[in-house]
């Protein structure tokens, strides 16, 4: 079965400052891992995605991720961050097995971005 | 590039009446998913098709149904709503490669009042 975990429910950093957002996950076979956005009260946006390609992983608006077996994690990242990078973050898995596979989603950690 | 379309986007129902939402997969998509968000919760997985045949399923209630038609566009009906079944409900699309990307739709919030 799969599972993830996303360690802090909410990260709060200032503009201009780095963000880190944990996520560790659980897959019996090989996975992919997602990241994906949500604004208030809107959709879910894909920030970018690892399929067992390169390790390290860029997506949209600055983020990237980096997939590490050993530690089972795949953290997502930005140098510097933006006003607009408030939001809650869902790190996600899917196993590579059948059509159809469904996403197990993380809890989600919303980031808050101050002045 | 055209996106997954869910309609309604609102919809206000009272207790014990039915509802149907539609989604619109990405054109040539042949897989689609159902989600259900609750208030601060993260969406949780409720059922899926691929070529129009159920591909899995999650912890959808007995309640609701769902199928995929010819177009590849899919129905979530629900019946005796509840007022624990207000939430944001995703579809979501993907081309039904095993871990291809599922590209979401803006959501149906329905409220149960």
């Known amino acids: 079965a799969q599972s993830v975990t996303q360690l802090d429910s909410h990260v709060s950093v200032s503009e201009g400052t780095p963000v880190l957002l944990r996520c560790n996950y659980s897959s019996s076979y090989s996975p992919s891992l997602f990241w994906y956005v949500q604004h208030p009260n809107k959709g879910l946006q894909l920030l970018l995605k690892?399929?067992?390609?390169?390790?390290l992983v860029k997506g949209i608006n600055g983020f990237e991720a980096e997939f590490k077996k050993s530690e089972t994690s795949f953290h997502l990242t930005k140098p510097s961050a933006h006003m607009s990078d408030a939001a809650e973050y869902f790190c996600v898995v899917s196993d590579q097995r059948d059509y159809g596979q469904n996403f197990v989603f993380g809890p989600g950690t919303r980031l808050s971005v101050l002045p | 590039a055209a996106g997954v379309i869910q309609s309604p986007r609102h919809l206000i129902k009272e207790k014990r009446e039915t509802a149907t939402l539609k989604c619109y997969p990405i054109p040539r998509h042949d897989t689609v998913y159902w989600y259900q968000q609750g208030p601060g919760q993260d969406p949780q997985f409720l059922i899926s098709f691929y070529e129009k045949m159920q591909s899995d399923k999650g912890s959808i209630p007995d309640r609701f149904s769902a199928q995929q038609f010819s177009d590849y566009h899919s129905e979530l009906n629900m019946s005796s709503l509840e007022l624990g079944d207000s939430a944001l409900y995703f579809c979501a699309s993907s081309l039904g490669t095993s871990g291809d990307t599922q590209y979401f739709g803006p959501g149906t919030r329905l409220t149960v009042l």
């Open positions: 690892y399929t067992s390609a390169a390790t």
